[in-house]
């Protein structure tokens, strides 16, 4: 069974009140030009809908999407951990570390109910903490994605859990969705970007084959 892991992306959605919403129109249409197919220009901020940020988005130094290895986005092994009714995610809600070692670790906290709503980008919206972040690299995580508009308080402008997990190499998904239906272990996640060189973060299709 598939479950799919990603909002939709739609012309003029908004997924952060600080970035633009994507602009969807026709370059070559059907119509009026003899073609049998029609081309579209899409303009879009990396961080639209369901994204994933590489480790070049806090660290100059580090993969761009171009330069991510595959075996931290293609069918990597999912523990999912249970953190519905949390504002901030500990180290200790994350479990024994033993069950997160080199997997997709995805927070499932219930806020993609409020997708599409101005509920979803207030700023008491769950979060990890940076003994969460600390846990995380500590136990040699793929991946870290959450169901939230989120990963770090968003009151903190320090971004300190992005700083940490990127500064691991770790890419993180923002903005899940579905994650309910996942099962705790047992999953694999795929979750790919547009190889772009020089460009930190870009949606995915994030898919758990379950």
Request: aromatic letters at 4%; glycine letters at 6%.
């Amino acid at each position: 069974m598939f479950v799919e892991l990603s909002h939709e992306i739609v012309a003029g959605m908004l997924t952060r009140a600080d970035v633009p919403s994507p602009h969807l129109t026709v370059a070559v249409p059907r119509a009026g030009t003899g073609a049998s197919f029609e081309i579209e220009s899409l303009t879009l901020v990396g961080n639209t809908g369901t994204y994933l940020d590489a480790p070049y988005h806090h660290h100059a130094d580090r993969a761009d999407l171009a330069g991510l290895p595959l075996e931290r986005l293609l069918s990597v092994p999912i523990a999912v951990v249970r953190a519905v009714g949390l504002e901030a995610v500990t180290a200790a809600h994350l479990g024994e570390p033993d069950r997160l070692w080199g997997h997709a670790v995805l927070v499932h906290t219930g806020w993609a109910r409020h997708w599409g709503t101005p509920r979803y980008l207030n700023l008491d919206c769950p979060h990890l903490t940076t003994s969460a972040a600390d846990a995380l690299v500590d136990a040699n995580v793929a991946l870290v994605g959450i169901d939230s508009a989120y990963l770090d308080d968003p009151a903190d402008p320090a971004r300190a859990v992005h700083a940490r997990l990127l500064g691991a190499d770790i890419p993180i998904i923002e903005n899940l969705t579905n994650l309910d239906a996942v099962p705790d272990t047992g999953s694999r996640l795929t979750a790919l970007p547009a190889p772009v060189r020089a460009m930190a973060s870009f949606p995915v299709r994030a898919v758990a084959v379950v």
